[in-house]
């Protein structure tokens, strides 16, 4: 069955929360509050219109979500952000490639100049190589300012695409 990149509907949190729920507790790359409970994590995760959240469903399976917003509010608008997560079972199989290109889609369609990702872990290396092969730069390295559980303090990249 063809994997679909969809706008997320209220029904679609059960699907998703296990996704996010995996990610915010390994601590491995997102500086979420592991403790964080699902309707935290639903009221941050489902962020409301103009922004923009997308479920990759095989089907009725949620694989991957990501959502999408400007990065700050006023003469910062102009510029979009973003967050991504793909089932640990889905990954390596191009789930994430389609979440990115679809919030590049998005962004054009919406007339943002830019995207930014402001904290991309310096060891998350698979989602490092997919934005750098999409066009993304990195503007520069906050040194150590995430705690990896297993590396230790390692840096977060602002990431950069233009649109
Ligand atoms: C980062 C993440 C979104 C990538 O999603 P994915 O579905 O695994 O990625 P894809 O299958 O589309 O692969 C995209 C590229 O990433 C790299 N990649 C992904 N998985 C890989 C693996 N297991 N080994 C080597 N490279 C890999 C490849 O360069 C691949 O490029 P290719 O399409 O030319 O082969 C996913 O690993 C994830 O959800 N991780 C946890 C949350 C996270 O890190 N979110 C992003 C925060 S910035």
Excluded: C, K
């Amino acid at each position: 069955m063809p994997v679909t990149i969809r706008e997320a509907g209220a029904d679609d949190w059960p699907g998703i929360w296990p996704i996010v729920r995996d990610v915010v507790t390994e601590q491995r790359t997102f500086p979420y509050d592991p403790a964080m409970s699902e309707s935290e994590a639903r009221r941050q995760w489902l962020v409301p219109a103009p922004a923009r959240v997308v479920v990759a469903a095989e089907g009725d399976r949620v694989l991957g979500t990501a959502n999408m917003y400007a990065n700050r509010p006023g003469p910062g608008s102009h510029v979009a952000s973003g967050s991504l997560m793909v089932s640990r079972d889905a990954r390596g199989s191009g789930v994430g490639r389609a979440l990115v290109l679809d919030l590049i889609a998005w962004a054009r369609r919406a007339g943002f100049a830019a995207i930014q990702f402001n904290a991309v872990v310096e060891t998350n290396v698979h989602a490092i190589r997919l934005y750098e092969s999409l066009g993304f730069v990195t503007l520069g390295v906050a040194p150590g300012a995430f705690r990896h559980p297993v590396e230790g303090r390692v840096g977060l990249r602002i990431m950069w695409l233009e649109l």
